[in-house]
């Protein structure tokens, strides 16, 4: 279904929230909206292959409509559990939909909760496919440290985030960039402004720099930026 959802203007007040117009139309909002997701989607089938244990679990955290958790469902060829968790209950209603007629053998878990409830345990692959990006700043260390102790040695988190950067001058090229692909993908200017003002505080980004001190601190032996387009990159965190 395409994203029409700022086609007209709407109250400034109301924020941007994961709901059943959303969940509808994510699919579209996602391609026109974030270059390089596809393949981001497919290297996490990709890297959970490789990383993912025998007799392990593999979690989805923030799993909206199910893309990452597919991804990994349909490389990995080890005996493994997926659990794949949302908090919101349009998009947890539509993933179940989608894993229902998906005929992998994987067994996997969904879950409607706040990830930050959810205990990680005996974890090889976790996944946070821009997701981190709409909690709290104060509850994100909390959250990364909670994966860190969940995860088996040698287990890897794939963090995706969108960032901001500290130079402004590279922060004015990438957003008007970042504006130029998503007006090429049939986006008005009343449209984004829309989108825009929707997300302000409830997508707070942060630099790749502080996104990796973090990861660093909690333990993670090694973190490397394995994919970037324009303001979007995904982190791999080893164990």
């Given at each position: 279904?395409?994203?029409?959802?700022?086609?007209k203007?709407?109250?400034?007040?109301?924020?941007?929230?994961?709901?059943?117009?959303?969940?509808?139309?994510?699919?579209?909002?996602?391609?026109?909206?974030?270059p390089?997701?596809?393949?981001?989607?497919?290297?996490?089938?990709?890297l959970?292959?490789?990383?993912?244990?025998?007799?392990?679990?593999?979690?989805?955290?923030?799993?909206?409509?199910?893309?990452?958790?597919?991804?990994?469902?349909?490389?990995?060829?080890?005996?493994?559990?997926?659990?794949?968790?949302?908090?919101?209950?349009?998009?947890?209603?539509?993933s179940?939909?989608?894993?229902?007629?998906?005929?992998?053998?994987?067994?996997?878990?969904?879950?409607?909760?706040?990830?930050?409830?959810?205990?990680?345990?005996?974890?090889?692959?976790?996944?946070?496919?821009?997701?981190?990006?709409?909690?709290?700043?104060?509850?994100?260390?909390?959250?990364?440290?909670?994966?860190?102790?969940?995860?088996?040695?040698?287990?890897?988190?794939?963090?995706?985030?969108?960032?901001r950067?500290?130079?402004?001058?590279?922060?004015?090229?990438?957003?008007?960039?970042?504006?130029?692909?998503?007006?090429?993908?049939?986006?008005?200017?009343?449209?984004?402004?829309?989108?825009?003002?929707?997300?302000?505080?409830?997508?707070?980004?942060?630099?790749?720099?502080?996104?990796?001190?973090?990861?660093?601190?909690?333990?993670?032996?090694?973190?490397?930026?394995?994919?970037?387009?324009?303001?979007?990159?995904?982190?791999?965190?080893?164990?």
């Open positions: 279904m395409k994203d029409k959802i700022y086609k203007p709407l109250d400034p007040l109301v924020k941007f929230t994961f709901n059943k117009q959303v969940a509808d139309v994510f699919p579209d909002m996602i391609a026109r909206s974030v390089g997701y596809d393949t981001t989607i497919a290297m996490i089938g990709v959970a292959e490789k990383y993912a244990t025998d007799g392990s679990v593999c979690y989805d955290l923030g799993s909206s409509l199910g893309a990452a958790t597919l991804a990994m469902r349909h490389h990995i060829s080890k005996n493994v559990k997926i659990v794949a968790v949302d908090n919101s209950a349009a998009m947890v209603e539509k179940q939909k989608v894993i229902d007629r998906d005929h992998s053998n994987i067994p996997v878990e969904i879950i409607c909760e706040d990830i930050r409830n959810v205990n990680v345990l005996n974890a090889s692959v976790v996944v946070l496919n821009y997701t981190l990006q709409f909690l709290e700043l104060d509850a994100r260390d909390l959250l990364i440290e909670k994966i860190y102790k969940g995860l088996n040695q040698g287990g890897i988190l794939i963090l995706s985030e969108k960032v950067f500290q130079d402004n001058g590279t922060q004015k090229r990438i957003t008007d960039l970042h504006l130029a692909y998503k007006k090429a993908n049939g986006y008005s200017d009343l449209e984004i402004a829309g989108k825009r003002t929707a997300l302000e505080n409830v997508l707070i980004s942060e630099t790749i720099e502080s996104h990796k001190a973090r990861l660093e601190k909690c333990g993670f032996k090694s973190v490397n930026v394995w994919f970037q387009c324009l303001p979007f990159m995904s982190l791999l965190a080893e164990k």
